[in-house]
């Protein structure tokens, strides 16, 4: 390493001890996720379809060898975003009970205190559902998946057919209830940390917080609740 590299090295490592720190690397991996789950969605959505064999053309598409290495990569991206931002949480999380072992409760604003209260709750409940949404949806683990052939995955059935269990269906709804007071909190403190804050824009920066959370959450929602209502059948 280069007698450059060192000092830098150090002084990210000394800014990253502060606090201050260590919200800056949740709002950018933050930053990151939330494009993830936008764009997750916008893939999810194309189930309604009129033509049902979108959704499959479009997971064929990601599935292409020519695209293979870019999406690992996004992949391997995605996964250090996760792991940072959950060191990073525990770390604050750890640092403000140490801090103020007796919680307390602002009474101006009590939605969002409940919601930054149970970030760290809200988030493990999160993490689990996003392993058991693999195990489920790409390990073929939990219920057996269909395959339109090699590397062609029938996401259309498998997304169906997976919700026509109650349990299933009742998971998804309920963690994406949790990611809507996540990213409630979430959105609002990733300007907040990455200094996009001014009493003129504060207003207009809750309700893009809110109203991104309960899009979000509506949208993925949805769709179990087409399916068990039969709305949205194979």
Avoid at 23 to 31: C, F, H, I, L, N
Avoid at 46 to 51: E, F, G, L, N
């Amino acid at each position: 390493m280069s007698s450059v590299a060192v000092p830098s090295v150090r002084r990210a490592a000394r800014f990253y001890e502060a606090p201050l720190g260590k919200k800056v690397v949740m709002a950018v991996t933050g930053m990151i996720l939330f494009g993830y789950v936008v764009a997750h969605l916008a893939g999810n959505l194309q189930v309604y379809s009129a033509d049902h064999q979108q959704i499959n053309r479009y997971a064929a598409a990601l599935h292409n060898p020519s695209v293979a290495v870019l999406l690992w990569g996004v992949r391997a991206m995605l996964l250090l975003a996760v792991a940072l931002h959950i060191i990073a949480a525990l770390q604050l999380w750890n640092l403000k009970r140490i801090a103020r072992p007796i919680g307390y409760v602002k009474k101006d604003d009590v939605p969002a205190a409940y919601a930054a209260r149970t970030m760290i709750w809200s988030g493990s409940i999160i993490l689990a559902f996003v392993i058991f949404h693999i195990l489920h949806l790409t390990a073929g683990t939990v219920l057996p998946l269909e395959e339109l052939g090699p590397n062609r995955p029938n996401v259309r059935a498998n997304l169906i057919g997976g919700f026509q269990h109650p349990a299933v269906a009742g998971f998804y709804i309920l963690a994406m209830l949790l990611l809507c007071l996540h990213l409630h909190h979430g959105v609002w403190s990733m300007f907040q940390s990455v200094g996009v804050s001014h009493p003129r824009y504060t207003l207009w920066l809750k309700r893009f917080s809110a109203v991104s959370a309960l899009a979000i959450a509506f949208a993925n929602i949805s769709i179990p609740v087409a399916v068990l209502a039969g709305w949205l059948t194979q």
